[in-house]
């Protein structure tokens, strides 16, 4: 199994601001992927991590909102940008070795609630 | 249309006894792949168990086991012996074969999970 970490594991922060969320996997991985939880629902897909051009992102997010940075391919960073309470979510990040499809790793997520 | 469906919000268990968490999905797809995350109140979503539309077998993982039943479309994760220490949200997952570029044909989509309380 890969070994992701992510930080900050939580974080309170007020409106208006904004949050980088950093991913750093133990080896390299062709895709990374950044998932939001509200609180109470399901995992959804907020943009797919390609290392070495922008991120592909899903129906309802977008990169002003969201931008994401993919430097290697060991590490990317998610930013919640100009932050409302809304944003409140865990914010979840996860990898797939495309040679081993069959297995879907995430990190340990950040809790984060916009104040 | 939701993709993935589970029809319990909770479920109980007592100890020791197995348990049965529905999950049903949607797909044109022929290749396709589904999965059960176990998330605890601690928030991180742990992989239990992975289901290739293609297995003849059905998978197993310890005290796991995925219940395919590929014509009803249904993907049922039984866990045997319920210990305390399950008892967290379970979620079960859809790969599917997506046209899509940029690694996009690797996204999971989720139901919308299931409690499930082990009782002492």
């Known amino acids: 199994s890969a070994v992701i970490s992510q930080k900050p594991s939580r974080d309170i922060c007020q409106r208006g601001t904004s949050l980088t969320i950093q991913c750093q996997v133990d080896?390299?991985?062709?895709?990374m992927f950044w998932y939001r939880q509200q609180p109470g629902q399901s995992l959804t897909l907020i943009a797919t991590?390609?290392?070495?051009?922008?991120?592909?992102?899903e129906s309802g997010f977008v990169i002003d909102k969201f931008p994401i940075s993919r430097p290697n391919l060991t590490f990317s960073t998610l930013t919640v940008s100009n932050m409302s309470p809304e944003d409140s979510s865990i914010y979840l990040c996860?990898?797939?070795?495309?040679?081993?499809?069959?297995?879907?790793?995430f990190g340990q997520g950040t809790r984060l609630t916009v104040v | 249309a939701q993709k993935i469906t589970q029809t319990q919000p909770g479920m109980f268990v007592q100890e020791k006894e197995a348990v049965t968490l529905d999950c049903t999905y949607d797909?044109?797809?022929?290749?396709?792949?589904l999965f059960w995350y176990k998330q605890p109140s601690s928030g991180e979503m742990i992989f239990l168990i992975y289901?290739?539309?293609?297995?003849?077998q059905n998978a197993t993982e310890g005290r796991y086991s995925l219940n395919f039943q590929k014509a009803r479309k249904s993907a049922n994760l039984v866990i045997s012996a319920s210990q305390l220490g399950d008892s967290a949200m379970y979620f079960c997952?859809?790969?599917?074969?997506?046209?899509?570029?940029?690694?996009?044909?690797?996204?999971?989509?989720f139901g919308k999970g299931t409690l499930l309380t082990v009782n002492p």
């Open positions: 996860s990898v797939v070795r495309q040679q081993m499809n069959t297995e879907a790793f």
């Open positions: 080896s390299q991985v062709t895709m």
């Open positions: 991590a390609n290392q070495g051009s922008e991120a592909t992102y």
């Open positions: 797909t044109s797809d022929q290749s396709y792949g």
């Open positions: 289901q290739g539309s293609y297995d003849e």
């Open positions: 997952a859809m790969r599917e074969a997506t046209r899509g570029s940029g690694g996009s044909n690797y996204k999971l989509t």
